[in-house]
């Protein structure tokens, strides 16, 4: 019998040492290492890899095919194999304040860094990040400031048939004050969903931050789901852990702008909001810049502030929907009601860049007024968070 406890208690013992190292992460290999002078160091431990790379936004960007055309993407550089089957890579130089994502490349194949447990996921992909701080990535960290509340919430579309999940930011107070407050309605790209602004984009720390520093006025955000045969996020709706893609239906063929106004009626109903046109802002990015453009015309009484970051313009010729029609007679329309604020933000490398520009062509033949914003980079998070702190500084 004291066999048996002794036994006991050395199993106990050992279980408790492998949970202990679990909790604490990944026992000797410490990645990614952020050193003083904001070079970085990576590792994993891979004893019976041949080839180990790093692939990430911090490293010189390649080119990728996608159906839309080449894009820019994540660098890739070689891991050196350290003792102990340790694969290791330190930055050349020293990184510039900003989130980071990567992955690393064991053979062929892409894995997450097991040291990390901080990831995200965008779209398909689920990458690890770590942040530099300093600068304009001091707004995406979580500081000793007064924090908002995140909240995911469902509404009923009758035009859609469905019930929606979005994800709704209140400011910090929200709670505990009367008051109402303005609405940023903030839209995400193709194959992303209402969790995008929050995870990669840092939307909830961006807001905490500058209204804290009092750049931007307290206001509610609304992230909805753009994807309008969707209830809502992969995993989060009746149909299970379905696989994330881009090429999903009912996506720009008109179906979201027209059911807009419902995710409108039903914040204005649900939240202490300032139910109008002075108080009410439309963004997104790339598909949501889509989205923000052709909405806004579609209802021009709706929102005075207008966002399209690294947006698409015009629908596909073969696509067939009042919501397309009259383009120019609408954006007419719009602009003879002079909204308070239209910006357009794209860096020089994004693919979109020139149908961006042919679009400001036509604005300007037509002498109507907008904010401009270009800056290096191409279609990426990085330039998109630094669109919603610039356009956020700049509404109501």
Do not use: C
Not at 51 to 69: C, E
Not at 334 to 361: E, M, T, V
């Amino acid at each position: 019998m004291k066999k048996l406890s002794f036994l006991f208690l050395l199993l106990q013992a050992s279980l408790f040492a492998a949970a202990q190292q679990s909790f604490q992460g990944s026992g000797p290999v410490f990645s990614p290492e952020i050193h003083g002078d904001n070079t970085v160091t990576f590792r994993i431990a891979a004893p019976q890899a041949g080839k180990v790379q790093i692939m990430s936004d911090f490293l010189p960007t390649q080119k990728y095919p996608t159906p839309f055309g080449e894009i820019d993407g994540p660098g890739m550089a070689d891991l050196a194999k350290k003792e102990n089957g340790v694969w290791e890579y330190t930055t050349p130089q020293a990184l510039t304040p900003e989130l980071y994502s990567y992955a690393f490349i064991v053979d062929g194949v892409r894995v997450n860094d097991p040291a990390n447990v901080h990831m995200v996921r965008d779209i398909g992909v689920v990458s690890n990040v770590f942040l530099i701080g300093g600068g304009q990535a001091d707004l995406y960290k979580v500081d000793d400031v007064p924090h908002g509340t995140v909240s995911r919430i469902w509404y009923h579309s009758p035009a859609l048939g469905l019930e929606r999940r979005m994800t709704v930011y209140t400011p910090a107070g929200y709670e505990t004050r009367d008051e109402r407050y303005p609405v940023l309605y903030l839209l995400h790209g193709i194959g992303g969903d209402e969790e995008g602004w929050i995870t990669s984009g840092r939307a909830a720390q961006i807001m905490d931050n500058l209204i804290a520093q009092g750049k931007a006025r307290p206001m509610i955000v609304v992230m909805p789901n753009g994807n309008a045969a969707l209830e809502a996020a992969p995993g989060e709706t009746s149909t299970g852990y379905t696989i994330p893609t881009l090429f999903l239906p009912k996506t720009m063929e008109g179906s979201f702008e027209t059911a807009f106004p419902e995710i409108v009626e039903f914040i204005d109903r649900a939240y202490r909001t300032k139910a109008d046109k002075r108080h009410r802002a439309i963004a997104g990015l790339s598909m949501g810049g889509f989205h923000s453009l052709h909405i806004s015309k579609q209802y021009p009484d709706m929102f005075d502030y207008v966002g399209l970051f690294s947006a698409s313009i015009m629908p596909d010729p073969k696509v067939k929907s009042p919501i397309y029609d009259d383009f120019d007679r609408k954006l007419d329309r719009q602009f003879a009601k002079h909204p308070a604020l239209y910006w357009i933000g794209i860096g020089r490398s994004d693919f979109l860049y020139q149908i961006n520009a042919d679009f400001r062509k036509k604005l300007d033949a037509r002498g109507y007024k907008y904010v401009y914003f270009e800056n290096d980079g191409g279609h990426v998070w990085r330039n998109w968070r630094i669109y919603l702190s610039t356009f956020a500084s700049q509404l109501f």
